[in-house]
């Protein structure tokens, strides 16, 4: 049988291009039915991801599902960074895969759900769903000044919480070694959560795994496309850069500031998060010639 090669392949960030920052769902129909169009396609797409396995279940994969994934298709799905994956079929997740050699300690998870319990329950919420990192979110009742202030003030009890565990630590400037002199962790704030993680996950780990586990199917596109909203997203196109490939990054979030790269950095007009994303997934809809 011929390898039939995508002209095409897709690293998609989930919050901010593909789920509305605001109500944490695929807020815009047509990328459901984009995304449909493009894997029936055989466009190779990962969702590249610092969120669950249980939040892509639940707001990605759910609504991909009702609207009718097609049978044949590459998809794929790595969590939290790179330490959680799995394969995504018209029945929904496959199996999961949880690397357990990155997971923070229990005695620093069960320490940063209490802090979140007695001092900021009122504007943030502990994921309980997260497998190998910790991840506190603001709460949709609560407004953005008010959470950002109040995720200032968890980043700071954090790292002196997680300093008095004796845990390697790095957040921003500020570094904290072990007894062994090593950093293993580390503090990262988005606009909507805060995440304790390993310091060997980010997003060019999902993507050197996410192509990994396509070209275990067939050829891999020469031509590839990553979007996302924060400047870690740069990171998928810098390994598909590294790899060879060529790639172009689509910034949905460009005022945090444009990186300078060797490669193409796209930005959507006007356009922010998942009007940006949908824009984007609609144009090569169209020039593919899939509806």
Known sequence: ??????????????????????????????????????????????FITGRSSTFIREQVVAPLRAAGLPESMRMYGVCEKGAVWFPITAE????????????????????????????????????????????????????????????????????????????????GDRIVSDAAGAVGFRIDPTIISTDIESVTLDKDRGAERALAFFSESGSLPLVWRSVGDSRSDYLMADHLHTAGYDVAHVDVRPSDGILDRPYPVIVEGDLIHDAAGAKFLRHWVDKLGLR
């Open 92 to 171: 929904g997740i496959g199996d999961i895969v949880i690397d357990e050699t990155v997971a923070l300690p229990v005695a620093a998870v069960e320490l940063l759900r209490t802090l979140v319990a007695d001092r900021f329950a009122d504007t943030m919420f502990f994921d309980e769903t997260k497998q190998a990192m910790v991840s506190v979110e603001q709460r949709t009742d609560a407004d953005d000044a008010r959470y950002q202030t109040a995720a200032a003030e968890f980043t700071e009890a954090a790292f002196s919480a997680l300093v008095g565990l004796g845990l390697g630590i790095r957040f």
């Open 1 to 46: 049988m011929r390898d039939i090669v995508s002209p095409l392949g897709l690293l998609l960030d989930v919050d901010g291009p593909i789920a509305s920052p605001v109500t944490r769902t695929i807020a815009t129909p047509s990328i459901i039915t984009d995304l449909i169009r493009l894997a029936g396609a055989n466009v190779p797409i990962a």
